[in-house]
């Protein structure tokens, strides 16, 4: 599966990886997926993020 949702801009958020260039980097969704366990919750606060963001977020970190 390619990660297209997985962006790393050396001029942003110090090159770590993100979201579709958004200022929010892999490590923050895997931290908010343990603090939002509800995804409705999630979803609510952090409107930008996508399903397919987060699916890739993780594979993304499986794979490190």
Do not use: H, W
Request: aromatic share 4%; proline share 6%.
């Amino acid at each position: 599966m390619k990660l297209d949702r997985i962006t790393s801009n050396p001029n942003c958020m110090n090159g770590q990886p993100s979201i579709r260039n958004l200022r929010l980097i892999v490590r923050q969704v895997i931290e908010l997926l343990a603090t939002y366990p509800n995804r409705e919750e999630l979803r609510q606060e952090f409107p930008e993020l996508k399903d397919e963001d987060i699916q890739q977020a993780l594979i993304f970190v499986s794979s490190k």
